[in-house]
């Protein structure tokens, strides 16, 4: 695999991965402010357009990203490119996934 493509797909599993812990910091900030579950998840929402604002929809969307993510990072370790930290984020997306996971219970 070229140099180039590498590069590329590893940008591509750090911006699903990033992309999905801002998301859960706008969470935790709404949690900060608002003491009530639902109050808390109107706050939430309310980053978001509409057509995103289903029970399930942004969760589902994590989920793939970090999907994205994991396969990114494991692909990267078994080629050796940059393999601890792509041993690091593999864990990270791999927890972050079951967690969002979770929540979908």
């Keep these: 695999m070229k140099n180039r493509v590498k590069i590329i797909l590893y940008s591509l599993g750090l911006v699903c991965l990033f992309t999905t812990i801002a998301d859960m910091v706008l969470w935790f900030k709404a949690c900060a402010q608002y003491e009530g579950f639902e109050e808390t998840k109107q706050a939430y929402l309310s980053y978001f357009p509409l057509s995103l604002r289903g029970d399930y929809t942004l969760t589902l969307i994590n989920c793939g990203m970090l999907a994205v993510s994991v396969l990114v990072f494991a692909n990267s370790i078994r080629i050796g490119f940059l393999k601890t930290v792509s041993f690091v984020l593999t864990?990270?997306?791999g927890i972050l996934f079951y967690?969002?996971?979770?929540s979908l219970m």
């Design 99 to 102: 967690w969002q996971l979770f």
């Design 91 to 93: 864990i990270l997306s």
